[in-house]
């Protein structure tokens, strides 16, 4: 196990490598001069140069970069454009909001998704099974935008039960989660559903069946539990997107996370924020795929042999 570790985290370091090369060169093709932006609307065209200078942004692309990840190697993220505070004091105020708002769309996500599968699965081609993948197809084709404003139209503005924005205590997070964790609720009772149903029809459980054993125990602690592998293996992956994917859903809520930061950062084209985000939430998703190989390889140790 301890060399299957080491070996995935090692095909990592290229990866995130090219990443930072990626981010880096992305955030140069934004239209839009940051250093016209910093000087100011009545800034002459030799303050914009002094500007320009002052930030290395006349440098070569090449030197630019090495000036970046020399100073990333050391811990320093740079100073933003915009507030002139150090991007990792900025990172830390928005971090933990975006972490607990993707925590609880995954945890509510996961429990409704595997209820919703494992029904749908048992009443197969029966009303359960119709209206929860009715539910899986309606929360994976809604637009987050729009179930998004429609939560707040309905529980905020009409109802009053739940605020509509910010981050303060925890029904500030129910309709972001909600909107957020929507889509994955569907992929996750789909793929219960599908996987659950090809269990059921393995030999072992008809074998169980046969023996007399009570249904619920069939399904719950055989069935169900060797239908879970490909299940954690979605699940764990569509974590990571949640963590990139939450700037629509911040957006529309107003949420103060790194979703919302980083929307905020592009609108001004703050270089050394937007390049640590982007670089951010790229290593969070390769971590998750990580993590996720890792306990793939716990439940099914055949994945270690054959690496």
């Known amino acids: 196990m301890l060399r299957y570790i080491i070996k995935r985290v090692l095909e990592i370091l290229p990866i995130i490598f090219v990443v930072s090369i990626l981010s880096f060169l992305f955030i140069h093709f934004i239209p839009g001069d940051p250093a016209r932006l910093v000087a100011g609307k009545d800034a002459t065209l030799q303050d914009v140069q002094n500007v320009r200078e002052e930030l290395g942004l006349n440098d070569p692309i090449w030197k630019q970069y090495i000036s970046y990840m020399g100073n990333l190697l050391q811990g320093n993220l740079g100073t933003s454009l915009k507030t002139g505070l150090p991007v ?20 509510w996500a996961t429990i409704i998704g595997l209820l919703i599968g494992a029904i749908s699965a048992v009443f197969k081609n029966k009303w359960p099974d119709y209206l929860g993948m009715v539910t899986a197809v309606s929360g994976i084709s809604l637009p987050g ?9 309905l529980f905020s503005v009409q109802l009053g039960m739940l605020p509509t924005g910010g981050s303060e205590g925890f029904k500030s997070y ?10 994955i609720m569907s992929m996750i009772a789909r793929f219960t559903r599908s996987s659950l149903l090809e269990t059921l029809q393995t030999d072992y459980i008809r074998t169980g069946r046969a ?30 997107f949640l963590l990139g994917g939450s700037v629509v859903v911040e957006t529309v809520f107003s949420f103060p996370g790194m979703g919302r930061l980083l929307i905020d950062s592009i609108a001004f084209r703050d270089y050394p924020v937007i390049q640590s985000a982007l670089l951010l939430f790229a290593i969070e998703f390769i971590i998750v795929n990580l993590v996720v190989d890792i306990l793939y390889s716990v439940l099914n140790p055949k994945i270690q042999i054959q690496s």
């Open 145 to 153: 935008f729009w179930l998004g404003l429609l939560l707040i139209q």
């Open 88 to 107: 990792s004091d900025m990172f830390s105020s928005r971090f933990m909001p975006s972490i607990y708002l993707t925590f609880f769309a995954m945890i």
């Open 211 to 240: 023996k007399g054993l009570k249904e619920s125990v069939v399904i719950i602690q055989h069935a169900l539990r060797n239908s879970l592998i490909p299940v954690v293996t979605i699940a764990g992956l569509q974590f990571g």
């Open 174 to 183: 129910i309709l972001p989660s909600l909107t957020l964790g929507a889509g």
